[in-house]
């Protein structure tokens, strides 16, 4: 498989395969990188079906990991608008994959852009019912989160600027033809990962033909 990698305005990317003038954007969830196992998978089959696959590392992950500011939800949007402008530059058909965050975070991105199909794994829709859950679970309120601004834990750290960011911007608007698979949050194990597999498969020859 052809692999090339780019940096795309200071974005680590991997574009997957040979050229084509159909692209599939990429965007891993949370601990995890443009190389995620989802991503190796969607790219295998993708290319099978005429496309390339843009993958590229959000921040805080991947070859981002050491970075010092924190992987806020409007910089990821920012970032995403950045790799769209790249692929119109291109002049490519664009698609778009997204697991878990990383659908959430493309859902509040492309809500206003033309994207021809959308394949989302276990995608997050409503990320401040994620933070209020965790902060059930650990004991935390609204309150002392303002206080504190920043609680680390053993699940996820929690950030009053994060969480006041997802509770004013809902996911309320998405028009491109969609298929979502849900199951275990965390898709690992080889039964997990074989399912995928013929999933994709069935969901890109059918859009092939």
Same mark, same amino acid.
């Given at each position: 498989? +052809?692999?090339?990698?780019?940096?795309?305005?200071?974005?680590?990317?991997? +574009?997957?395969?040979?050229?084509?003038?159909?692209?599939?954007?990429?965007?891993? &969830?949370?601990?995890?990188?443009?190389?995620?196992?989802?991503?190796?998978?969607?790219?295998?089959?993708?290319?099978?079906?005429?496309?390339?696959? =843009?993958? *590229?590392?959000?921040?805080?992950?991947?070859?981002? #990991?050491?970075?010092?500011?924190?992987?806020?939800?409007?910089?990821?949007?920012?970032?995403?608008?950045?790799?769209?402008?790249?692929?119109?530059?291109?002049?490519?058909? #664009?698609?778009? *994959?997204?697991?878990?965050?990383?659908?959430?975070?493309?859902?509040?991105? %492309?809500?206003?852009?033309?994207?021809?199909?959308?394949?989302?794994? @276990?995608? #997050? #829709?409503?990320?401040?019912?994620?933070?209020?859950?965790?902060?059930?679970?650990?004991?935390?309120?609204?309150?002392? +989160?303002?206080?504190?601004?920043?609680?680390?834990?053993?699940?996820?750290? =929690? @950030?009053?600027?994060?969480?006041? %960011?997802?509770?004013?911007?809902?996911?309320?608007?998405?028009?491109?033809?969609?298929?979502? =698979?849900? &199951?275990?949050?965390?898709?690992?194990?080889?039964?997990?990962?074989?399912?995928?597999?013929?999933?994709?498969?069935?969901?890109?020859?059918?859009?092939? &033909?």
């Amino acid at each position: 498989m +052809l692999v090339e990698k780019r940096n795309i305005q200071g974005i680590p990317a991997i +574009l997957w395969g040979s050229e084509s003038k159909k692209w599939i954007l990429a965007v891993h &969830g949370s601990h995890s990188s443009k190389i995620d196992d989802c991503i190796w998978i969607l790219a295998e089959e993708a290319i099978l079906c005429g496309y390339q696959v =843009l993958s *590229f590392d959000l921040p805080k992950h991947g070859e981002r #990991v050491y970075e010092e500011k924190p992987c806020l939800v409007q910089q990821c949007i920012e970032e995403l608008i950045i790799i769209l402008n790249y692929v119109k530059q291109q002049e490519k058909e #664009v698609s778009l *994959f997204g697991c878990s965050m990383g659908a959430y975070v493309s859902l509040l991105a %492309y809500r206003d852009e033309r994207i021809d199909r959308t394949w989302l794994l @276990s995608p #997050v #829709v409503d990320m401040a019912h994620v933070i209020q859950t965790i902060m059930g679970e650990i004991g935390v309120t609204e309150e002392q +989160l303002e206080i504190e601004e920043e609680i680390d834990n053993p699940i996820e750290p =929690l @950030s009053w600027e994060y969480y006041s %960011y997802v509770k004013e911007h809902p996911v309320i608007k998405w028009q491109s033809p969609t298929s979502i =698979l849900r &199951g275990e949050h965390w898709f690992h194990t080889p039964k997990q990962l074989e399912y995928y597999r013929k999933w994709l498969q069935k969901e890109l020859q059918e859009e092939k &033909g």
